[in-house]
């Protein structure tokens, strides 16, 4: 989108690099799907089962990402920078304990964890292979995420572009040994990317202690902080549960019509959070200005720079249905999927076409909102949001309108968080200014 809004090139800086390291991500799965997609529909399904259950498990706790991100960028843009990296140290402590936590509860309840999505024997059994291996990776998944808000809060957003953009090379060739050369099957798979996380985490842990050193704070936890850290974090816990909720209920009607349609929902899925990842970059961005502008006092500047994100991300979810309508032909022949999942994937497809502009504003005002710390909002936003969606997914049900309604209903939800986070937008109660939001 063309412009000479100074604030564009402020937008772009934290952006692109954003954009290189969440499409990557996705490309994780992605490249599991690819190649788990060789062993035939039933392991692919499996991995679609296991991969929602592994986001929610872990995804609870994204808020170690976006709330240490507005928080250390709040500090940051008060000119605080040594209590902006003890903050972002009181995330990483955080996120190790919760890690733990999740290993040591969800690895013995994976088969339950797995039936609660209803596929069949033969995806569960494989399912619960890669939830379980995978597990061993939440802890550094955790703190990937604790590691990444510290340094997006800091306004570097080129670290997480080079740790993740290795990380996933390194995901891929661990799979393609493991799975086709080694023939480990699904378990491979799971390995692999739990080698690739493991090392994510580790990365990130040697740069938030290098700078901690140079600003001379330490690195021992500090259970006030801690705490504060965790408070911080149950409103932005509610509005993922009800994300997660969505995800959940998407893959738990897809499982139960049929093997076919959780194979293609999952291929679905995997590319639209290619694509919203992609706009999710600008909606980092803006997290990270918002928190700065507020932290500095200027309320003005994180509403000039808000209308310049939406503006971005209107433009680019345009771009991104235009890409993915091109490529819509090529791409289950990517997945070597059979053709009754090419069939029904080429449909949703469209589906996932037609939402991406307003995911593009969807997710940019996310993250200002995030980023402005109006998580109490967020959350009840997000309730009313899930509400939308259980109706719509309910008469998807009752009327037998198979995976393509199930996916409109996903796009009623879409649109009920753009009415919502809209009207906040509008008015001015997230503007809280100060190096703590009170």
Known sequence: MASRNPQDAEILRLAVPAFGALVTEPLFLIADAAIVGRLGTVPLGGLGVASQALTTVVGLSIFLAYGTTAAVARQLGAGRRDAAIRQGIDGLWLAAAIGLAVLALAWPL??????????GSAVSGQATTYLRISLVGAPAMLAVLAGTGVLRGLQDTRTPLLVAVVANAANIALNAILVLGLHWGIAGSAWGTAIAQTGSGIAYLTVVARGARRAGVRLRPDLAGIRMAARAGLSLVLRTLALQAVLVIMTALAARQSDTAIAASQVAMRVWNLFVYALDAIAIAAQAITGRYLGAGDAAG???????????????????????????????????????????????????????????????????????????????????????????????????????????????????RFVTLTLRAHGSRWLVTGAVRV
């Open 110 to 119: 994976s088969p339950r964890i797995v039936m609660a999505f209803g596929g």
């Open 302 to 416: 994180a509403r000039a720079a808000t209308r310049r994100a939406i503006g971005w991300g209107a433009a680019y979810g345009v771009l991104f249905s235009a890409l993915l309508l091109a490529l819509r032909p090529v791409l289950p022949a990517l997945f070597g999927v059979t053709p009754a999942v090419r069939s029904l994937l080429l449909a949703v497809l469209l589906v996932v076409i037609v939402q991406q502009p307003v995911a593009g504003v969807v997710f940019v005002l996310d993250g200002v909102l995030i980023g402005a710390g109006d998580q109490d909002y967020l959350a009840i936003a997000g309730i009313a949001a899930l509400a939308v969606f259980g109706a719509a997914a309910a008469i998807v049900v009752t009327s037998d309108d198979g995976l393509v309604g199930l996916w409109v209903a996903y796009a009623m939800w879409m649109i009920a």
